[in-house]
């Protein structure tokens, strides 16, 4: 009778044992990162292009964008966008004088507005006012360029007066690599929108 009971024990601990085994969940798969919405700002919301490495916000900006350096070019450009806050950031015309500012002729003059293109047009019901100039870029200060003059450098710029204040695109780079890039800034221009 002992030895009875004792099988029926034994049967009955690995019969737990083996159920216990068996009702054990299989791992719950790894958690993906949820996929990151649209990039946004003062209300406005833009795609990059494809290709265009983010470098996520930096002080004084919510985006920076590097773009490979075009065949022929050793550097890349780079697209910096700021935002300052509703009512923050200045008149369009005073930053468009700042960015002409940033910019010299190839004697060392300064570059003049009739030496640059600027125009302003409506996008996605948004007022865009956008600059195009090329030259010796010596940069707008310690945190916004070079520390010595580039010649052959081009600006792409664009301000866009959305509902909570301007968002100012600045592409910047070696002339080639900013004209490789040119089409993509365009593009970016048109997906920005009101969220």
């Known amino acids: 009778m002992k030895r009875l009971f004792g099988a029926v024990m034994m049967m009955a601990a690995v019969g737990v044992a083996q159920a ?6 299989p791992a719950a798969p790894q958690a993906q990162p949820a ?6 700002a003062g209300g406005l919301t833009w795609t990059a292009p494809a290709g265009w490495e983010s470098q996520g916000a930096r002080p004084m900006r919510v985006a920076t964008y590097r773009i490979a350096p075009a065949k022929g070019d050793t550097d890349g450009a780079e697209l910096a966008l700021f935002y300052f806050g509703e009512g923050q950031g200045g ?8 960015w002409l ?3 010299q002729k190839a004697d060392g003059t300064p570059v003049m507005e009739k030496d640059a293109h600027t125009k302003k047009e409506t996008v996605n019901g948004l007022a865009v006012t956008t600059v195009d100039v090329k030259g010796t870029y010596t940069g ?3 945190m ?3 520390s010595t003059p580039k010649p052959g450098h081009r600006l792409l ?8 204040g301007p968002l100012f695109f600045k592409l910047t780079g070696p002339e080639r690599t900013v004209a490789s890039a040119e089409k993509g800034f365009h593009k970016l221009l048109e997906s920005v929108k009101k969220k």
């Open 101 to 103: 500012g940033q910019f």
């Open 91 to 98: 008149a369009v015309d005073a930053n468009v004088k700042r």
């Open 20 to 25: 216990q085994t068996q009702q054990t969940p």
């Open 144 to 146: 916004m360029g070079p």
């Open 35 to 40: 996929p990151q919405g649209a990039p946004e």
């Open 157 to 164: 710029g664009a301000i866009v007066e959305g509902p909570q």
């Open 140 to 142: 707008g200060g310690p």
